[in-house]
């Protein structure tokens, strides 16, 4: 059987909500709403593919990426040619980086290295709604890590299933809410009381 590709996208699905990664990647699910509209706002100059010099660096947008290794691809936001290496940045509407942020950020870093065949030690996720760049470490725990989501992405897509709904403080901010229905699917017995509902006989009134 052929391997299976990621998305590096799907990376940061799976980190926040494995079942939002499966609707997304599986059942071909997206909806917006006022989160992802600032996510697309906010990448608007990062996804217009437009090479700039910046303080003396070539910073390109936009850039596509690829590994054969890990069965990889996807696109970097911003990718800075600076002397010591490629560093790439990751744009989040957010006012603060999260772990599945710099997971993507650091499949991005893998994907430089072997396609330039350079090590990326570090990167950046710049959060939009504070304006303010943080600095990523790559280093060996985080790289572990993101192998280990790369596969259990891929694990997924090959399962063509949908993980239990987690019905916990992530949902009411995920743009899937009412195609996962969390607080239905995540609570067996409620759920039960709606199928049982849904698959009743209809009395049908006598005529005589």
């Known amino acids: 059987m052929d391997r299976l590709e990621v998305l590096i996208s799907a990376i940061e699905h799976y980190a926040y909500c494995p079942r939002q990664c499966a609707l997304i990647h599986v059942e071909q699910t997206f909806d917006e709403n006022l989160f992802t509209m600032r996510g697309r706002l906010a990448h608007e100059r990062a996804d217009s593919g437009e090479t700039t010099t910046e303080d003396g660096v070539r910073v390109l947008r936009s850039v596509p990426l690829w590994s054969e290794t890990l069965g990889l691809r996807g696109r970097a936001d911003v990718v800075e040619l600076r002397p010591e290496g490629p560093y790439p940045v990751e744009y989040k509407s957010g006012g603060r980086r999260t772990r599945p942020a710099e997971l993507q950020l650091c499949a ?26 943080e600095e990523v470490t790559l280093d060996a725990e985080l790289r ?22 987690p019905n916990d403080a992530r949902c009411p901010k995920c743009s899937l809410i009412n195609a996962c229905l969390p607080s239905v699917v995540g609570e067996p017995f409620r759920l039960r009381g709606l199928q049982g509902a849904l698959f009743r006989p209809v009395q049908v009134a006598s005529d005589v």
């Open 108 to 133: 991005q870093a893998l994907c430089l290295e072997e396609m330039l065949g350079v090590e990326v030690p570090r990167g950046a996720v710049y959060l939009v709604r504070t304006r303010r760049r």
């Open 144 to 165: 572990a890590e993101t192998r280990e989501a790369i596969q259990a992405v891929r694990r997924t897509l090959y399962a063509q299933q949908l993980p239990e709904a």
